[in-house]
């Protein structure tokens, strides 16, 4: 990732960080190994298991669709919102289809319910003083009428898309300052259009306070550098950002319809909730928050405004089942935690007579809101209870997910089905949480490496076109999760078998048609896609941006240049660099010995091999690809001093990651 005397020196080096910057917004294709063809129609089987759920639901319940669309001012303008390069960041008119009031035999009908409650978009008056803008993003942004301006909360994923939402807001209420903006939590579609609602000017000069629950930058940053690049790769997978928008592709993304692709930015907060419960008055608007620490995401708050008797409750409470674990990659969640929070709030503010969040819609009244609350307050706690229970009785993962049911209290509840989460993954998160990965059978501990050990299968199995034609009858008799099982071994053998590729891509879709929750429909059809297409490039999101690399610790770009550094190139290195960070004051110790980086901050400990002095915006320009160690050494913004070569073998020990990386083939 370093760079110091010629031109090539760390051009490999320096994509170390760039991967998650530049590289993960898409410059990588697989060359894709199977002919390209089109999502296929529902079979008789898919119809059947959809068809069952119009009978095991109450469809006839239309009172989420009441609440949706209560208080609505207006629609959002169905013009596309770009970047200033000219990238699409956001189509409002995508998902138009979904207003047929029928599902199409290709989508699950309960997804199909939810895909059209999250297709009620628009500026929307919840209450007296306070307004949402839903589907201008996957999230929301709340409003609240202060004394003399107004307080925002949230702000989508890009910039683009935060200042479309309160452009909607202005051209239908007083325009009026932003005195107050509060993060609700540390995800990224909630903070990354933070300079589309405020500038660091209104800041500093003390015209608008950033509030953020304890610990705000500091997980933001971890979460999207550490192992930014999987999770980026993976989300891709969660939301099917290469899937094409329609009936047998992407229909939804849970919490909303999708997610946004412009400019990520994040404002640091000027006011930190670090107590458990706090209270903080706003332009005359009292605001009661309450942390709600590593449940949904590490750094979150609740609030609750007395005067309008209203919660907001950020990502805790919505009316669907959350994710115990992302499939896109997290710490997995305590669903007894998760439980514990939301008992909290009710015991906290029982006088609430409004809920409203961060997704999807409120929810109105003393009674449906202690009803609402109390169904997801013990969705999460069953979970839990049972998954553990179960584990307590010997059962894997896999047993338990399989036998796990929610009581028909809750399974009967649209608020509690699982467009997002699953019993399914949380349950196997539970498991986790308590016993990691092991199932504690010998032979799960040491594993062949899938390709080797799908090798051997296939051959066990009587040879690839054996299996495939097995494969076809079971395909046909609608056993599509055993197919998907059983094709894996062959892809995983022999990559460029078309056949097996299709096979797979066909159980995919039908699996994905049928599903309730959106991104595990999301992420079949984004396999499905993919054994036929190979990886396209820039269907991800681009999460890093100059602002989060601004907000890294310095700390952090030694971390992560530990986690990149290749043993194969270090095991024979021995090395100790001094790093000065002029401006700031910072210095760090580097030491790279027994294939491994460890650092401490301070000063030099013995003399070290040389000595990298600059300032701390030279590595923010290095990391987001502006300049390069060559570059800045020629203009003076850097100085090397002591054993140069060391420096220039420093720079050469780190691998380039893989942006565009396989995940359904080796």
Request: net charge neutral; hydrophobic share 40%.
């Amino acid at each position: 990732m370093l760079k110091i005397t010629m031109a090539n020196t760390l051009r490999r080096s320096l994509c170390v960080t760039a991967a998650i910057v530049v590289c993960a917004s898409g410059s990588l294709i697989t060359p894709p190994r199977a002919v390209a063809s089109e999502p296929l129609e529902a079979t008789p089987h898919t119809v059947s298991v959809n068809s069952k759920t119009l009978s095991q639901l109450p469809f006839s319940d239309r009172s989420d669709y009441e609440d949706a669309a209560r208080g609505r001012i207006a629609g959002l303008p169905q013009s596309e919102v770009k970047t200033a390069d000219g990238r699409r960041a956001w189509n409002p008119g995508a998902f138009g289809f979904i207003e047929s009031p029928d599902s199409p035999p290709t989508v699950n009908p309960s997804l199909w319910r939810q895909s059209q409650l999250n297709g009620i978009t628009g500026l929307f008056k919840v209450a007296d003083r306070i307004y949402q803008v839903r589907g201008a993003d996957l999230a929301n942004v709340s409003i609240i009428e202060g004394d003399t301006g107004i307080i925002v909360i949230d702000a989508l994923m890009s910039e683009e898309t935060a200042k479309n939402a309160l452009k909607l807001y202005f051209e239908h209420r007083p325009q009026k300052p932003i005195v107050g903006f509060i993060y609700s939590h540390n995800h990224v579609d909630h903070f990354g259009g933070a300079r589309g609602v405020v500038d660091r000017a209104s800041v500093a000069g003390g015209q608008t306070q950033v509030i953020a629950p304890k610990g705000f930058m500091e997980t933001l940053v971890a979460e999207n550098v550490i192992a930014g690049p999987a999770m980026n790769r993976r989300i891709q997978y969660q939301f099917g950002t290469a899937v094409p928008v329609g009936a047998k592709g992407r229909v939804d993304g849970g919490l909303g319809q999708t997610i946004s692709t412009g400019t990520v930015t994040v404002v640091p907060p000027t006011i930190e909730i670090s107590e458990r419960r706090q209270k903080i008055t706003v332009d005359g608007i009292e605001i009661e928050f309450l942390l709600t620490l590593h449940a949904e995401a590490p750094s979150e708050m609740v609030m609750y405004f007395p005067q309008f008797k209203a919660l907001n409750t950020a990502e805790i409470v919505t009316p669907l089942l959350h994710n115990l674990y992302a499939i896109r990659g997290a710490s997995v969640r305590s669903g007894a935690e998760w439980s514990r929070y939301i008992a909290e709030m009710m015991h906290e503010f029982p006088q609430a007579e409004l809920v409203f969040a961060q997704h999807h819609w409120p929810k109105w009244g003393t009674e449906k809101v202690k009803s609402y609350l109390s169904q997801q307050r013990d969705l999460y706690k069953f979970i839990h209870d049972q998954s553990v229970r179960l584990m307590n009785k010997g059962y894997t993962p896999n047993e338990i997910s399989a036998q796990l049911e929610l009581p028909p209290t809750l399974a009967q509840s649209w608020w509690t089905r699982g467009y997002y989460g699953t019993v399914s993954h949380n349950a196997k998160a539970q498991y986790q949480l308590y016993l990691g990965w092991y199932d504690g059978n010998p032979a799960s501990l040491n594993p062949l490496p899938p390709a080797e050990s799908a090798a051997k299968f296939v051959a066990y199995m009587g040879g690839e076109g054996n299996v495939i034609a097995q494969a076809k009858k079971d395909l046909e008799a609608g056993n599509y999760r055993w197919v998907a099982e059983v094709t894996k071994h062959v892809v995983f053998a022999n990559p460029d078998n078309r056949e097996a590729r299709e096979l797979q891509a066909r159980a995919f879709e039908q699996l994905g048609y049928q599903s309730e929750s959106a991104i595990w429909r999301n992420a079949y059809l984004q396999g499905a896609y993919e054994l036929r297409n190979g990886v396209k490039a820039g269907s991800g999101a681009r999460i890093v941006s100059p602002d989060l690399i601004a907000a890294m610790p310095t700390s952090l770009y030694f971390d992560y240049l530990g986690v990149n550094l290749d043993p194969s190139r270090a095991d024979k290195e021995k090395m100790v660099l001094q790093w000065k960070f002029e401006d700031s004051g910072e210095s760090y110790v580097v030491n790279v010995e027994n294939a491994t980086l460890t650092y401490l901050p301070g000063g030099s400990q013995g003399t070290p091999d040389a000595t990298v002095a600059l300032n701390r915006g030279v590595l923010d320009d290095l990391m987001m690809r502006k300049t390069t160690f060559d570059e800045a050494l020629r203009s003076a913004r850097i100085k090397v001093t002591g054993n140069e070569g060391k420096f220039v073998a420093f720079t050469k020990l780190f691998d380039t990651g893989t942006p565009g990386f396989d995940m359904i083939e080796p």
